[in-house]
């Protein structure tokens, strides 16, 4: 799917850390006209892309091409992984001479995900120009509740020193390039079963209401069979898996025009009752629903209104979305 990442005229990009379920991942897999970059800077990220899984370490950079469909499917418990994207204009602009040609493509060369282990020094330093670039940004919480964007967010990036992000921007794409380079490449990388591969386009198109059951039925398989499978494949249990969808369809319900109870938005989503809504929203987010659903509502309202900009702040790391 073409994700429309919603970036307005007066930036060249946009970046953001991205922490660990403080808001769910972003399951359905898309791709967008923009080159993304991630940084890995605690934990472990697991992307799927191409029927395979790619699981990477703290210090891993990574690169996600215009026309390369990837699906995040799970992050570890208090990961931490810096999202960063290009406009195309920018790398037209920035990129002229043969070393840079490499940014200029729409795919990997080869097959996967393109990635380098980063010497201690150079992450050193690229981590510290990220964390300067988010100074002047939107409040970390409400990048993380919005991270992704997508079709169904009116939420945009908005950022207090376009000009200062922009130049911050073209130096952070070469000197990544440059690391990309002269790193070498590590990776945890398995080939997903043809049922699994089925499963997550199952569960990404809608969420899949009906029974783990019938999901391993439409997969050809036997219900035990998918469950051990996508659990050693992907990383994750189907249920959790499941739940993360769940949690961001309520974020989705939560905040249309009409203004939606958390009762009414949380079976919306297909949750089966309030009482288990409460219990995997208090997992993933580490406080009760009504607190933190107040707070994200008043701050949408809040930036639509006046764009606020603050500096940010690391977030409070939180557990993952528990099991069904």
Known sequence: MLEN???????DGFLFLAESLHNPPKLKSHHHIELELNLVVRGTITYVLGG???????????????????????????AQNYVVVFKPSLIAR???????????RKSNKQDGILHTLLEPESFD?????????????????????????????DFSFEHGDPDGLNAGLHH????????????????DEVALHPAVCR?????????????????????????AYLSRTFRRQVGVPLSRYRNSFRLSR??????????????????AAGFG??????????????????????????????????????????????SSVGSK
């Open 52 to 78: 395979r899984r790619f699981t990477f370490q703290p210090r891993t950079l990574l690169w996600l091409f215009p026309a390369q469909e990837h699906q995040l499917v799970d992050r570890s418990d208090q």
């Open 125 to 153: 330093l690229i981590r510290k120009t990220m964390d300067s670039l988010m100074q002047g940004s939107l409040d970390s919480g409400l990048l993380n509740r919005e991270a992704g964007f997508g079709v169904g967010s």
């Open 5 to 11: 990442l919603k970036l307005r005229k007066r930036y």
């Open 199 to 223: 499963a997550l386009k199952l569960l990404g198109e809608g969420g899949w209401e009906e029974s783990f059951g019938r999901l391993a039925k439409a997969c050809g398989v036997s219900e």
């Open 250 to 267: 309520f974020w989705q319900e939560y905040r249309q025009t009409g203004q939606k109870t958390l009762t009414e938005a949380a079976y």
């Open 172 to 187: 952070l794409l070469l000197l990544c390039w440059r690391c990309q380079r002269t790193g070498k490449a590590l990776g």
């Open 94 to 104: 920035s990129c002229h001479t043969p070393i840079y040609e490499g940014l200029k």
């Open 273 to 318: 009752s309030y009482a288990q809504f409460y219990k995997i929203f208090v997992q993933a987010y580490g406080c009760g629903p009504r607190n933190c659903a107040r707070d994200g509502r008043q701050e949408s309202e809040t930036f639509s209104i006046g764009e606020r900009v603050t500096k940010t702040a690391p977030a409070r790391m939180i």
